[in-house]
Nanobody, 127 residues
Framework: QVQLVESGGGLVQAGGSLRLSCAAS????????MAWFRQVPGKVREFVAA????????YYADSVKGRFAISRDNTKNTVPLQMNSLKPEDTAVYYC????????????????????WGQGAQVTVSS
């Protein structure tokens, strides 16, 4: 199991950009499919973006497609999420998640697919 720590959150105006990063510890990171989720208080956590363990496959929620980009660096054990053209409705706590997946280079997008989670990073977009 990996331990995950998010960073890079903050306050930005609508139309601006932010770059979140997820740092993972543990020897199995390169065998993990990764994803970002977000949650607004009082609402269910929702999927944002996912990437396979080798980085060959990515998948995005329709609400962020074309604006957000997920990537990974298996030499540094990091998963950045570049967020552009931010909107007030992107305001949420963003969570990094990992799923141990050593035998296939697949993406996962359901909350129940993941067994390791970070503590979250607040992103606030002002109008």
């Amino acid at each position: 199991q990996v331990q995950l720590v998010e960073s890079g959150g903050g306050l930005v105006q609508a139309g601006g950009s932010l770059r979140l990063s997820c740092a993972a510890s543990g020897r199995t990171f390169s065998s993990c499919a990764m994803a970002w989720f977000r949650q607004v208080p009082g609402k269910v956590r929702e999927f944002v973006a996912a990437i396979s363990r080798n980085g060959g496959h990515t998948y995005y929620a329709d609400s962020v497609k074309g604006r957000f980009a997920i990537s990974r660096d298996n030499t540094k054990n990091t998963v950045p999420l570049q967020m552009n053209s931010l909107k007030p409705e992107d305001t949420a706590v963003y969570y990094c998640a990992a799923r141990y997946s050593p035998y296939e280079d697949s993406v996962y997008y359901r909350e129940s697919d993941f067994n390791s989670w970070g503590q979250g990073a607040q992103v606030t977009v002002s109008s």
